[in-house]
């Protein structure tokens, strides 16, 4: 933790590399030429850190602990542990993201997250069933039940993001206060559904209005004790960042579809032959494999160009978002490198691409040990009563494990890097404003947690 | 109680030290100096000239905090006072004063343990309902059910039954009756069933079909589906072994087995699903279709049905026997086959149920013979796998053991 505080000092915002610069030049104007001193992190106890500054305390290794071992509490208790697994992360998260030299508090207890959970669980399965029951008794047909449940999956889902947002705020404890959040998860949820739906009639141009319109809605209804919260930042200029990477990744696939739909012979298109057969030679000149081929090649690229890419724009709206938030005359910045985000997920490719040739390893090595084993002591397998429920029970436990250790893997190298990456590039304005906020009154419940978590969306 | 010590320099053996302290009102952090007293943690103002509160060591509570740090709140707050204590020696003497403070996370360590035994009983809990508690749920829900509604469900059921029908034999038509050279079959068939549904006066239709397929099996669906499989067609006899088997099905769709069964399979998955998390898991239609085609009832329901059989056989004029005999037959085959252990005696108490209240009478016959004939042709495509137009006595080698599907129990 010291020496990478040490490291991101040095690294300031004037030492950046310059393969930045074109991101960079768009960035908000430059903080208040502070000339940083090349301090080393002040240990806890000892002299405050710069003020404004945002730091995470926390290190990999204490999370790795926290989350391994949370896995097989997960995998002993079929799941129950997670609503104690996820308070306890949150406790380690929040606890360690220090802001103008205090750290953050999580007050939120498992049990009400439990609490929450079944309540959800209350709501959703008379409406599970009314569905089912309405899809046997008025003959609707299979599909129309789907989608009647993709509907309700939807709309309950964006409400239940607002609502546990909520939960989360205000078992946010800084300095004594709690943030508090109210409006409608409701009005939310129909605000979030219109822009998504735009968002995919667009083809993801309308991303950045979305989310300066939903973080806009978000923030006004967010407070810290009674300081209110806004949104600042302009769909426009996430817009103009974001251009040139939807351009290099959708580019390929719009460039070969058009050109694809620009050669195909139309009025040939669903005529019929002379012999009854259905054309084929709709496709123009360059015939219908050439076209396909261009298509599937332009798909292709598109695809890898996205993955490749993907670090930037991870890069690019954390700062867009970090940077908009606003409490009263405190305002955020934040300098996340886009070379941070690309270590970060080229860290977790590797430790999957390690785990993979571990796993491989470890389980031909198991596998060869209980054969040799059982031949050294000449039973067959045939012989082994209930072999069947054994084999299907350990290739159970075997799944379930592989897959709680790659989640892990992803919470503790994608989710939590990310966390580190973003509270260590931030830094607040005018932070002696924090020493003249006034408290404000209310709770609320953890029924949007249960909901998300009864939906099947984990989140930290 | 006691004043505050009027010099800072007095050797005052409570320990004491720095620490911040926010009141819970505003976000002001002030320093202070906190002192370990006897009675309570004194939070001395920073000038020293008062004491700003005094915690009792009872209420203190920890809140979570980065490494080194201890922070402090109070039992039932309202405001968030909370204090900060960065001094280690100090924070020991803390610790040691207040009995709720949990430093070396043994409280933490047995609250893990409490939730890993509670959840083991809960899963307990879960399987013991699973096992027990659904079947009676079940039988409740069961009568209450709306006949249109069943019905409906039925038909669902049966799309899916159809695909998997179908999916093992892509070949042929899946179901006999409607090749070429099938029709008198299908003619015959539906004579049985219709003077059975006649006589029954059950509020169902039934539709009975013949699946081409080697398997000494049948099976019903919820609302009037019975599937008859081409290999227990041509372990039957007579007309009336056939027919009994199928008033034994009508049986189970009388009795509403069917609809039983797929209750409990989906509370079943519905019950774990939830506990894993997983809640809207699909599909369950396809749960219920492969719990139908996989499960064989209950002892009990299948006494039922076979006396249903007895009852509408007598009055249809037929005879109430057969449905023993081919039961036995196909019985004597599985001994040899298979290690079904359990289904000889069974039959053979079923044997005798159905011979006990079966009265004694000149059954009447329900086909003539040329179309009996034509019935058990039914499935022209099915190469002749039984020997039971010469007396299916001697065990049949060609049978092939069937796949994963443990259906061909003997539960007609």
Same mark, same amino acid.
């Given at each position: ?30 903080l ?18 710069l003020?404004g500054m945002m ?44 802001i103008a ?230 305002a955020v910045t934040s300098r ?89 590039s931030a830094e607040i304005s005018?932070a ?29 | ?73 109070? &039992? =039932?707050?309202? #405001?968030?006072? *909370? +204090?900060?204590? @960065?001094?280690?020696? %100090?924070?020991? !003497? ?8 949990? &430093? =070396?996370?043994? #409280?933490?360590? *047995? +609250?893990?343990? @409490?939730?890993?035994? %509670?959840?083991? !009983? ?291």
């Open positions: 933790m010291h020496a990478r505080a040490r490291t991101s000092c040095r690294l300031g915002p004037n030492a950046w590399p310059n393969f930045m610069t074109d991101v960079a030049a768009l960035d908000p104007p430059p208040p030429p502070v000339p940083l001193p090349p301090l080393p992190a002040p240990p806890i106890g000892g002299p405050p850190p003020p730091r995470f305390l926390g290190s990999e290794g204490a999370y790795w602990q926290l989350r391994i071992r949370g896995a097989a509490l997960l995998l002993v208790t079929l799941g129950i542990y997670r609503f104690w697994l996820m308070t306890d992360v949150r406790r380690f998260l929040w606890s360690n993201t220090e030299g205090e750290t953050l508090e999580y007050d939120g207890l498992a049990t009400e997250l439990l609490v929450g959970f079944l309540f959800a669980i209350a709501i959703l399965i008379p409406i599970y069933a009314g569905i089912a029951m309405a899809t046997l008794a008025f003959e609707l047909p299979d599909f129309a039940s789907a989608l009647g449940g993709l509907a309700l999956f939807v709309v309950f889902g964006a409400f239940a993001r607002y609502r546990a947002r909520r939960y989360r705020l205000t078992r946010t404890v800084f300095r004594g206060l709690r943030f508090h959040q109210d409006g409608s998860g409701w009005l939310y949820a129909l605000f979030a559904i219109l822009w998504w739906s735009l968002i995919i009639v667009s083809f993801g141009l309308a991303y950045p209005w979305a989310q300066a319109s939903l973080q806009r809605y978000m923030m006004r209804h967010t407070s810290y004790g009674k300081l209110p919260g806004r949104f600042d930042g302009s769909g426009w200029r996430l817009f103009v960042r974001g251009l040139p990477l939807w351009l290099v990744s959708l580019g390929p696939l719009l460039a070969a579809g058009g050109f694809a739909v620009s050669q195909i012979d139309w009025q040939a298109l669903g005529s019929v032959d002379s012999d009854g057969s259905l054309k084929i030679d709709f496709a123009g000149p360059l015939g219908a494999e050439a076209l396909i081929g261009f298509a599937v090649g332009g798909l292709g690229l598109s695809v890898l160009f996205a993955i490749l890419l993907y670090p930037v724009f991870q890069a690019i709206v954390y700062r867009w978002w970090l940077s908009g938030l606003r409490f009263g005359d405190i996340l490198r886009i070379g941070r985000v690309y270590v970060i997920y080229l860290r977790y490719v590797g430790f999957v691409f390690l785990f993979m040739i571990a796993a491989g390893a470890a389980g031909g090595l198991l596998f060869g040990a209980f054969f040799a084993l059982l031949s050294a002591v000449q039973i067959s397998t045939h012989q082994i009563p209930g072999r069947e429920l054994i084999g299907a029970g350990v290739g159970l436990l075997v799944y379930a494990a592989f897959a709680l250790v790659l989640a892990a893997m992803h919470q503790v190298l994608v989710t939590f890097g990310l966390w580190r990456a973003a509270a260590q005018n002696p404003i924090l020493d003249t906020i006034e408290a404000k009154a209310g709770l609320s419940s953890a029924l949007g947690e249960g909901l998300v978590d009864a939906l099947g969306f984990g989140s930290v | 109680m006691s004043t505050a010590p009027e010099m800072p320099a007095a050797p005052a053996p409570p320990p004491r030290g720095e620490a911040f302290y926010f009141d819970g009102i505003t976000s002001k952090r002030h320093d202070v100096i906190v002192e370990a007293a006897a009675s309570a943690l004194r939070i001395i103002d920073d000038s020293q000239s008062h004491v700003v509160d005094a915690w009792n060591y009872a209420d203190l509570r920890a809140r979570s905090s980065p490494e080194g740090v201890m922070r402090l709140g109070r &039992r =039932g707050e309202v #405001a968030l006072a *909370r +204090l900060e204590v @960065r001094d280690a020696a %100090l924070a020991a !003497a803390i610790d040691e004063r207040a009995p709720a403070l949990d &430093r =070396g996370g043994a #409280a933490d360590r *047995r +609250l893990r343990q @409490r939730v890993v035994v %509670l959840s083991l !009983a809960a899963i307990a809990s879960v399987v013991l309902t699973a096992v027990f508690g659904m079947p009676v749920l079940a039988n409740k829900i069961t009568p209450i059910i709306p006949l249109r509604i069943e019905k409906k469900f039925g038909e669902a059921i049966d799309r899916q039954v159809r695909t998997m029908l179908d999916a093992e034999r892509s070949s042929e038509a899946f179901l006999c009756g409607a090749g070429a050279g099938e029709a008198p079959g299908r003619k015959a068939l539906d004579k049985v069933v219709q003077d059975l549904e006649q006589t029954a006066h059950a509020p169902y239709h039934f539709h009975v079909e013949v699946v081409r397929q080697p398997v000494t099996n049948a099976f019903a669906l919820p609302g009037g589906h019975i599937y008859v499989y081409d290999g227990l067609l041509k372990k039957s006899e007579t007309a009336h072994e056939l027919a009994g088997v199928i008033a034994h099905e009508m049986g189970h769709v009388v009795h509403r087995d069917g609809t039983r069964t797929v209750l409990e399979s989906a509370g079943l998955s519905f019950l774990f699903g939830m506990m894993l998390g997983d809640f809207v898991g699909g599909g369950a239609v396809v749960i219920a279709a492969k719990t139908i085609l996989s499960s064989s009832y209950s002892r009990h329901a299948e006494a039922a049905a076979d006396r249903y059989s007895v009852e509408l056989m007598q009055k249809a004029g037929g005879d109430p026997k057969a449905l023993g005999a081919i039961l036995s037959r196909i019985a004597a085959d599985k001994d040899e086959g298979f290690e079904l252990l359990r289904d000889h005696p069974e039959t053979k108490n079923r044997i005798a149920a159905i011979n006990a209240v079966s009265t004694e009478g000149r059954p009447q016959p329900l086909l003539s013979g040329a179309e009996w004939k034509a019935l058990k042709a039914i499935c022209a495509a099915l190469p002749d796998s039984g020997a039971s137009d010469n007396q299916a006595k001697s065990p049949d080698p060609s049978k092939p053991p069937t796949r994963a599907k443990p259906a061909p129990q003997a539960k007609p």
